[in-house]
């Protein structure tokens, strides 16, 4: 059952999900050398900042070196335009680490990009190859229109849902720009062991009473809380979930 934790005034959002983020981060380093973890773009790699640069009390504690850190989707771009989801996270987060304490972080073929579109399926293929086996943890947003990584609700966008065997997809004609991307696939989310999502914010209110009361499952987001709901917790805060009629407390 998908769980939710609700942040407010007191617990901020980042407090917490930087304190479950720390608690996987232990429980992989306790049997393997590193901690595998996927993150999405968008205003997630601010509450990183906001977790693990500001706040100093969990800054200490994240073993910076141990983690192996993936993009679960990637804008085609080259990692210095300001659109790129590793040049946010290098800006907002990287950037602020001394050199000497980072972590391993895994872009795109840069060179590949360059190439052109006709090199857009094996940026994919070659993402797919540097993925480990299996994720500790994947930390997803959720868009207005219920996107999550760059897997978008819609016909035309179907066969990024639909796929089975491919980890990593070339999406064309994004609804959100830019317009070619790279996404992680549903079985890369299934075989991982811990799926986050965070959303936060009054952008967020209507999509998430259909996600919850309306369980419309033509939203990746709903899809992926129906599908792997038993490894699921969403971080949002009170404004998000203002119009979800259950009980989100309780779904605990
Ligand atoms: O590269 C991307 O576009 C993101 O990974 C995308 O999937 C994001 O997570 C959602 O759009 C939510 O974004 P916000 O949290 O900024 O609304």
Redesign the pocket.
């Known amino acids: 059952m998908v769980r939710a934790i609700v942040s407010n005034i007191e617990i901020s959002l980042s407090k917490s999900l930087g304190e479950h983020i720390l608690k996987h981060q232990d429980i992989a380093l306790k049997s393997a050398r590193k901690f595998n973890l996927a993150i999405?773009?968008?205003?997630?790699i601010n509450v990183l900042r906001a977790a693990f640069i500001e706040d100093k009390t969990l800054a200490s504690k994240v073993d910076w070196h141990q983690w192996n850190i993936f993009f679960?989707?990637e804008?085609i771009v080259p990692l210095d335009n300001p659109d790129s989801?590793f040049g946010a996270f290098k800006k907002a987060v990287l950037d602020s680490l001394p050199e000497n304490k980072r972590p391993t972080v895994y872009t795109i073929d840069e060179q590949l990009v360059k190439d052109g579109k006709d090199s857009y399926p094996l940026i994919a293929m070659e993402y797919e190859k540097i993925l480990p086996e299996k994720l500790d943890l994947v930390i997803?947003?959720?868009?207005?229109d219920g996107?999550?990584?760059?897997l978008f609700p819609g016909e035309s966008h179907r066969y990024l849902l639909d796929e089975k065997a491919k980890k990593v997809m070339w999406c064309q004609d994004s609804p959100?720009p830019p317009s070619d991307?790279i996404t992680v696939t549903l079985p890369l989310l299934g075989n991982s062991n811990e799926i986050f999502f965070?959303a936060e914010g009054s952008s967020k209110q209507d999509i998430m009473h259909e996600i919850f009361d309306k369980e419309n499952l033509e939203l990746p987001c709903a899809l992926v809380n129906h599908l792997y709901g038993n490894k699921v917790t969403w971080f949002v805060n009170d404004e998000a979930v203002k119009k979800v009629e259950k009980d989100i407390q309780s779904i605990n």
């Open positions: 999405s773009g968008g205003s997630l679960v989707d804008r989801n997803l947003g959720c868009g207005p996107h999550t990584c760059s959100k991307r965070v």
